[in-house]
């Protein structure tokens, strides 16, 4: 199956708190330019490109010298916007897609519906607040400010784990897993998948 080649876009937001251009590629090879001032960041969205097959490019500029959190909630936003733009009005896209990704000890199941109904369940233990410099509360602001903007109905289930690092990895992982799943096109469909014909 030979996918559209036209499934780009670019965002820029600029606000008082964050200045950042991102570009993403539905149907790439998993490349990845990311500068977030926020290195945890910077390798979360990478894992997500990477096994996602998508190719993103992000430079942000934010107020980190307060703390990372407009960086990372504004990164979601932007993120989730470029997703609908890509996609396009009618998508005749699978819509759906889930993958549990191990990691170690650690085991991560994401679920998510293309539904343009945002929802966001986050059912993950942290047994620390940092990695490094990183919240880690931040990776569930993230994720709701990305289902929000993205329109997205998105599960999160950590099924086991310790090493938090690696639970937060495996979220990543297992986002852009079930992204490029729902993202696919289904050349069955001449529409949206929904018996209203309509998202």
Do not use: W
Not at 89 to 108: C, F, K, N, Q, S
């Amino acid at each position: 199956m030979t996918r559209p080649s036209a499934r780009e876009s670019d965002i820029q937001r600029q606000t008082k708190e964050t200045k950042i251009s991102l570009s993403l590629c539905l149907d790439g090879s998993g490349r990845a330019e990311i500068s977030t001032g926020v290195p945890f960041m910077d390798h979360m969205l990478t894992l997500f490109a990477v096994h996602g097959f998508f190719d993103l490019t992000v430079e942000a500029k934010g107020d980190t010298e307060v703390d990372g959190h407009h960086t990372v909630e504004d990164l979601g936003i932007c993120l989730g916007q470029a997703l609908k733009k890509a996609l396009g009005p009618t998508p005749a896209i699978r819509r759906y897609g889930d993958a549990a990704v191990p990691m170690d000890e650690t085991l991560v199941r994401v679920a998510l519906d293309l539904s343009n109904r945002p929802f966001l369940h986050y059912q993950v233990t942290l047994s620390d607040t940092k990695i490094g410099t990183f919240d880690t509360e931040l990776a569930k602001e993230f994720l709701r400010s990305f289902s929000l903007h993205g329109g997205i109905t998105l599960h999160v289930d950590m099924i086991r784990g310790e090493n938090n690092h690696h639970i937060i990895e495996a979220i990543f992982k297992a986002l852009g897993r079930s992204l490029d799943q729902a993202t696919t096109p289904d050349p069955r469909l001449t529409g949206v998948l929904s018996s209203k014909g309509s998202l």
